[in-house]
T-cell receptor, first 118, second 111 residues
Framework: GAGVSQSPSNKVTEKGKDVELRCDPI?????LYWYRQSLGQGLEFLIY????????KSGLPSDRFSAERTGGSVSTLTIQRTQQEDSAVYLC????????????????FGPGTRLTVL | TQLLEQSPQFLSIQEGENLTVYCNSS?????LQWYRQEPGEGPVLLVT?????EVKKLKRLTFQFGDARKDSSLHITAAQPGDTGLYLC???????????FGPGTRLSVLP
């Protein structure tokens, strides 16, 4: 497809379980972002990948959160030992530039994965 | 840490009314973007403003970037039910890498 896709669209899990969320960015986009959006709230930055550079992990809320981006394309966000406060919509975005890129840097967002931790 | 505040948090108006929502910070941003998000979807970019004092118009929407590049406003003329959604502002930090999002203004336009 032409847009950013995310899977699954919904995930219900039990407290303490691990979950993996997947993001397929737009082909050719070098930058990839993960955000978390709690109900009715704005976006909380989690992690940023730019090409082959080391990711910016400054937004990850705890060491239970990690993310990988394989081959500069698909990304997986993993949450270990999930807690109820992890319940949120996890949004992925990609853009065609990042480091020192133009300031008209448009992010294209996927529809998100709604995570519910029981 | 660069932070953005948005006001009002919620706004409910009748079709045909005008409205303005605000995005404010104590920090300077290299650019600022406005997004609209509808339920169950990701945010969609409306506009990017770059120059202090810049004004951009998109049909019934007028965006302004403050002279000091710390604040922005979005004015909607003759609001329509299709304008309903969450309006988010996002500032690009001075390294040009990370976006800081405000908490959003949730707009409801009633027919």
């Amino acid at each position: 497809g032409a847009g950013v896709s995310q899977s699954p669209s919904n995930k219900v899990t039990e407290k303490g379980k691990d979950v993996e969320l997947r993001c397929d960015p737009i082909s050719g986009h070098t930058a990839l972002y993960w955000y978390r959006q709690s109900l009715g709230q704005g976006l909380e930055f989690l992690i940023y990948f730019q090409g082959n550079s080391a990711p910016d992990k400054s937004g990850l809320p705890s060491d239970r959160f990690s993310a990988e981006r394989t081959g500069g394309s698909v990304s997986t966000l993993t949450i270990q030992r999930t807690q109820q406060e992890d319940s949120a919509v996890y949004l992925c975005a990609s853009s065609s530039s990042g480091l020192a890129g133009p300031i008209y840097n448009e992010q294209f967002f996927g529809p998100g994965t709604r995570l519910t931790v029981l | 840490t660069q932070l953005l505040e948005q006001s009002p948090q919620f706004l409910s108006i009748q079709e045909g009314e005008n409205l303005t929502v605000y995005c404010n910070s104590s920090s300077v941003f290299s650019s600022l973007q406005w997004y609209r998000q509808e339920p169950g979807e990701g945010p969609v970019l409306l506009v990017t403003v770059v120059t202090g004092g810049e004004v951009k118009k998109l049909k019934r929407l007028t965006f302004q970037f403050g002279d000091a590049r710390k604040d922005s406003s979005l004015h909607i003329t003759a609001a329509q039910p299709g304008d309903t959604g969450l309006y988010l502002c996002a500032g690009l930090d001075n390294y040009g890498q990370n976006f800081v999002f405000g908490p959003g203004t949730r707009l409801s336009v009633l027919p």
